[in-house]
C-alpha cells in the first residue's frame, strides 16, 4: 500500500477546465471517498490517478514516485468499476485468478492467491460458478478479488455499488468495509451517495464544479460544515437554510445571511411558542422516525424530525424551537460563520 499526493492538479477538454487545481494528500491505508453531485469531477479525479485520464496540469504522486505521466500498467493500482467486467465463459475462480495468469505466474502461486482472496471475501462456495449463477453482490467480490489478487498498493473504486440494490448495497457497503479492515489497504471510492460516503470514509472530499468544497471526517462535514453547499450536501434530510431575517427571535452574528440546522435539531412546541410558526404540510413515516415537512412562510420550507409516534396531522399549526447550539450561520456569499 502507498500513500497517494495530488499537487495542483487540473484537468481540461478543449477549452473547458473540469478539474480546478485540486491539492490532496491520501495517507497510506486511507480510505478516502469523493463525493460530491453529477457533473462535479469526482470520477475524471479518480480516473486520472489511475491515469485513465491524462493530467493536463500538476502532479500525481504514489508513494514519493511521481506518476503523472505513466501509463497506468505502471502504477500499481486497482480499479473496481461500477460494471464487474466478468468474463461470462470463465468460472469464478478463473475470472480472479485471470490477471496473474496474464502476467505469467506459476499455477501455484495463483492458486494460493486466488484461494486467499476467496476466503477475505467469503467466495469460497462459489468458485466454480459462472457470472451467470451469482447474484450482484456476489459478482461484485468478484471483480474485486481480481483486484486484491495482484496485491495493488492502492485501490480506486468507481461506484461499485450504484447497479445493485438497497439490501445488497448494504450488505456490499459491510464487506467493503471489513475489506478496508483486514487489508488496511490504502482506498479511494468515488460515489454519489452519501449515506456510503458517511458510513464508510476515514476521510470525505466534498467537491463541487471541479473544486475541493471541504475535505474532513464524516463528523466534520456534518457537524461543521464550511460553506452552504456541504451543509445541505452532507445528511439526509438535508439541513434547513432559511434567511435570517425570517426567524427575528433568535440572535445571530450580524454578519450571517442565512441559518441552518438540522432537522433532528428543531423540536416541536405549541403554537405561539418558540422561535418560527409553521404548519404541517406532509408527513413522511419511516418506522423508527417521521419527517414532518412544514410550510413556514418566509422561512420557507422546514423539515423536523420527530419519533415516529407523533400526534401531528396536515394542517396542523405549531410552533418550531431551535437550540441556539445547533445553528449554523453563513455569510453572504456562504461561507460558515464560527
Known amino acids: 500500500m502507498s500513500s497517494i499526493e495530488l499537487k495542483a492538479v487540473e484537468k481540461w477538454f478543449g477549452d473547458v477546465q473540469v478539474i480546478k487545481g485540486v491539492d490532496l494528500a491520501i495517507e497510506e491505508g486511507e ?4 463525493v460530491g453531485p453529477s457533473g462535479c469531477g469526482k470520477s475524471t479525479l479518480l480516473r486520472m490517478i489511475a491515469g485513465l485520464e491524462e493530467t493536463t496540469r500538476g502532479q500525481i504522486l504514489i508513494g514519493e514516485r511521481d506518476a503523472t505521466a505513466e501509463p497506468p500498467s505502471k502504477r500499481g493500482l486497482a480499479m473496481v468499476f461500477q460494471s464487474y467486467a466478468l468474463y461470462p465463459h470463465m468460472s469464478v475462480r478463473e475470472n480472479v485468478g485471470f490477471p496473474l495468469k496474464s502476467a505469467g505466474l506459476p499455477k501455484a502461486e495463483i492458486d494460493a492467491k486466488v484461494d486467499e482472496a476467496a476466503r477475505v471475501l467469503k467466495l469460497d462456495g462459489y468458485m466454480d460458478r459462472r457470472p451467470k449463477d451469482l447474484s450482484g453482490g456476489q459478482r461484485q467480490r468478484v471483480a474485486i478479488g481480481r483486484s486484491i489478487v495482484r496485491d495493488p498498493t492502492a485501490f480506486l473504486f468507481d461506484e461499485p455499488l450504484s447497479n445493485l440494490d438497497a439490501a445488497l448495497r448494504v450488505e456490499m457497503r459491510y464487506k467493503i468495509a471489513k475489506l478496508h479492515q483486514t487489508l488496511k489497504s490504502t482506498m479511494i ?7 456510503e460516503a458517511m458510513t464508510l470514509a476515514d476521510r470525505i472530499v466534498v467537491l463541487e464544479f471541479g473544486k475541493i468544497a471541504q475535505v474532513g471526517s464524516p463528523r466534520e462535514l456534518y457537524e461543521k460544515p464550511a460553506n452552504l453547499f456541504v451543509a445541505q450536501f452532507i445528511g439526509s434530510p438535508r439541513m434547513n437554510v432559511m434567511p ?4 427575528p427571535k433568535v440572535q445571530l452574528p450580524t454578519k450571517a445571511v442565512s441559518l441552518g440546522i438540522r432537522p433532528e435539531h428543531i423540536s416541536v412546541v405549541d403554537e405561539g411558542d418558540g422561535h418560527l410558526q409553521g ?4 408527513l413522511e413515516y419511516l418506522g423508527a422516525d417521521t419527517f414532518v415537512i412544514m410550510a413556514c412562510g418566509e422561512a420557507g420550507q422546514v423539515t423536523v424530525r420527530i419519533k415516529a409516534d407523533t400526534t401531528l396531522k396536515p394542517g396542523t399549526k405549531v410552533g418550531l424551537l431551535f437550540p441556539s447550539e445547533s445553528f449554523h450561520c453563513f455569510d453572504d456569499i456562504g ?4
Open 31 to 34: 480510505f478516502v471517498i469523493f
Open 189 to 195: 471510492y468515488v460515489t454519489h451517495d452519501q449515506v
Open 244 to 247: 435570517a431575517k425570517a426567524v
Open 279 to 282: 404548519t404541517v404540510d406532509v
Open 335 to 338: 461561507l460558515a460563520i464560527d
